[in-house]
C-alpha cells in the first residue's frame, strides 16, 4: 500500500507530498540493477573458457556493483531531500544515513554529476568484453545474453527509474538525468 509522507517533505514543483515506499516497493524497485548485475556477472561466466577466471571476474563485476551502490549513498545521497526518508524509491536514503550525516540539498546535482560517471562502466565493461568475445569466436549463449544485458540495462533499467521513482522525486528539477530528459 503506499503512504504518503507527512507535509515536510513535498516533491518541489507541484507542492504535493512525496509518495512513500514500503520495504517490498524499494526491494521491487532495486530489481533492475540487480537484474543488471547478475546478467553482467552471467557474461563472464559464459564468456571466459576458463571457468574460474570467469567466476574470478564475475565476482569483481557482482563486488564492483554492490561497491557502486555503496559509492553513490556515501557521495550522493546525502545531498538528496529524501535522505533518511521513506520517499526514497530504492531505500539508498535510509542506508545513506547509516554511513554519514546530511549535507546540502543545494549541491545535489553538482555531485551527482561527479559522481554517477563511478558507475557508469557497468553499463559498458560486460557489453564491450562480450562483443568482443562473440567477435572473435561466435557463441549464440553469449550473443543471446548480451542482447539480454543491453535491453535490461539500457532500456528496461532507466525506463523502470523514470516511471517508478524520479517522476516524483522532490528533486528531479536540479537533477542532470532528468533535466536531460526534458531537454
Ligand atoms: S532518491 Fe536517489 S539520490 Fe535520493 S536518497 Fe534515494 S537513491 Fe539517493
Redesign the pocket.
Known amino acids: 500500500m503506499n503512504r504518503k509522507v507527512p507535509n515536510n517533505h513535498r516533491n518541489s514543483k507541484d507542492c504535493q507530498p512525496a509518495r512513500e515506499y514500503s520495504g517490498a516497493q524499494e526491494l521491487v524497485n532495486n530489481i533492475p540493477y540487480i537484474a543488471m548485475t547478475v546478467l553482467g556477472a552471467a557474461i563472464f561466466v559464459v564468456g571466459f573458457v576458463d571457468p574460474a577466471r570467469g567466476w574470478i571476474a564475475a565476482s569483481a563485476y557482482v563486488t564492483y556493483s554492490v561497491m557502486g551502490a555503496i559509492w ?2 556515501t557521495f ?2 546525502p ?5 533518511n ?1 521513506g ?7 535510509r542506508f ?1 544515513a547509516r554511513l554519514g550525516k546530511k549535507k546540502d540539498s543545494d549541491h ?1 546535482k553538482e555531485k ?1 554529476k561527479k559522481h554517477i560517471p563511478v558507475i557508469v562502466p557497468l553499463w559498458f565493461v560486460p557489453i564491450l568484453f562480450g562483443a568482443g568475445l562473440v567477435v572473435r569466436s561466435f557463441s549464440w549463449p553469449l550473443l543471446v545474453l548480451l542482447v539480454v544485458f543491453a535491453l535490461e540495462a539500457f532500456i528496461v533499467l532507466p525506463l523502470f527509474s523514470k516511471k517508478r ?1 524520479c517522476a516524483e ?1 522532490p ?1 528531479r528539477d536540479s537533477c542532470p538525468w532528468m533535466g536531460r530528459k526534458r531537454q
Open positions: 553513490i549513498m550522493v545521497c545531498h538528496c531531500q529524501r535522505w526518508t520517499s526514497c524509491p530504492c531505500g539508498y536514503g545513506a545535489f551527482f521513482g522525486c528533486q
